[in-house]
C-alpha cells in the first residue's frame, strides 16, 4: 500500500517561494505520475502539476509561469515549488498519487500552508 | 470558479438514494471517460471513489454508482447512511493536459 507524507514549512511571507516535499513509501516510483493538489480553506480542489518517473512534467496552465516539480529517485521524494506567493496560495496541499487515464489513487494527509 | 459545476448541497435519509450531478463540457467531461469521484470528511484527505467513468477501487461499496449523459456526469449513493455524511468532489481530464474538479457538493443524511 503506498503512503505519502508531505513535509515543508506551514508558514510563507508573501512574494516568497513556498517548498513543499512529498516523501513516498510503500510502492513503485514508476507507477504513478507523482501529483500536487491544493485546497484552499473552506473551498474546492485545484491541481497544480505532476511528474512522472522519466521526469516529464506537467503544470496547470493558470500556474505554470510560478511552479516547479521535481523529483529525487534516490530519496523517493518529489517536491513543489511556488514562486511569488499571496494570500490566494493559502491552502491544504496535498501530494497524490495519479493513474494514467487522470484519477487519484493515493492521496497524503496534507499540509496547511498559510502565505501571510 | 470552478470548472466543473456540482450542486453544493444534497441530502437523503438513511437507505434513500441520491444522485450528485457534475456538468462540464464537450472539452472535458463530454470528450473522455476520466471522470472520477471523491469523498472527503472534514479534517481528511479525499478518498478515491469511482474513476474512468463507473470503476470502484477495491473497499469501495458497490452502493457507490456512476453514470455520464453527454456533458453531465452523475453520482449516485444508494443505500445512504450516517458515514455518507460528506464533501463530494468530481473531476475529469480536460483535452489540454490539464485535470478540472467540481465545486463539491455537501451530502447531508437526514
Known amino acids: 500500500q503506498v503512503q505519502l507524507q508531505e513535509s515543508g514549512p506551514g508558514l510563507v511571507m508573501p512574494s516568497e517561494t513556498l517548498s513543499l516535499t512529498c516523501t513516498i513509501s510503500?510502492?513503485?516510483?514508476?507507477?504513478?505520475?507523482w501529483t500536487w493538489i491544493r485546497q484552499p480553506p473552506g473551498k474546492g480542489l485545484e491541481y497544480i502539476a505532476y511528474i512522472y518517473h522519466s521526469g516529464r512534467t506537467n503544470y496547470n496552465p493558470s500556474l505554470e509561469s510560478r511552479v516547479t516539480i521535481s523529483l529525487d529517485t534516490s530519496k523517493n521524494q518529489f517536491s513543489l515549488t511556488l514562486s511569488s506567493v499571496t494570500a490566494a496560495d493559502t491552502a491544504i496541499y496535498y501530494c497524490?498519487?495519479?493513474?494514467?487515464?487522470?484519477?487519484?489513487?493515493?492521496w497524503g494527509q496534507g499540509t496547511l500552508v498559510t502565505v501571510s | 470558479q470552478s470548472a466543473l459545476t456540482q450542486p453544493p448541497s444534497a441530502s437523503g435519509s438513511p437507505g434513500q438514494s441520491v444522485t450528485i450531478s457534475c456538468t462540464g463540457t464537450?472539452?472535458?467531461?463530454?470528450?473522455?471517460?476520466?471522470v472520477s469521484w471523491y469523498q472527503q470528511h472534514p479534517g481528511k484527505a479525499p478518498k478515491l471513489m469511482i474513476h474512468?467513468?463507473?470503476e470502484r477501487p477495491s473497499g469501495v461499496p458497490d452502493r457507490f454508482s456512476a453514470s455520464k449523459s453527454g456533458n453531465t456526469a452523475s453520482l449516485t449513493v444508494s443505500g445512504l447512511q450516517a458515514d455518507d455524511e460528506a464533501d463530494y468532489y468530481c473531476?475529469?481530464?480536460?483535452?489540454?493536459?490539464?485535470?478540472?474538479f467540481g465545486g463539491g457538493t455537501k451530502l447531508t443524511v437526514l
Open positions: 464537450s472539452s472535458d467531461v463530454g470528450g473522455y471517460n476520466s
Open positions: 473531476s475529469a481530464y480536460s483535452g489540454t493536459n490539464n485535470l478540472v
Open positions: 497524490a498519487g495519479l493513474r494514467a487515464t487522470w484519477w487519484l489513487e493515493y
Open positions: 474512468d467513468f463507473n
Open positions: 510503500g510502492g513503485s516510483f514508476s507507477s504513478h505520475y
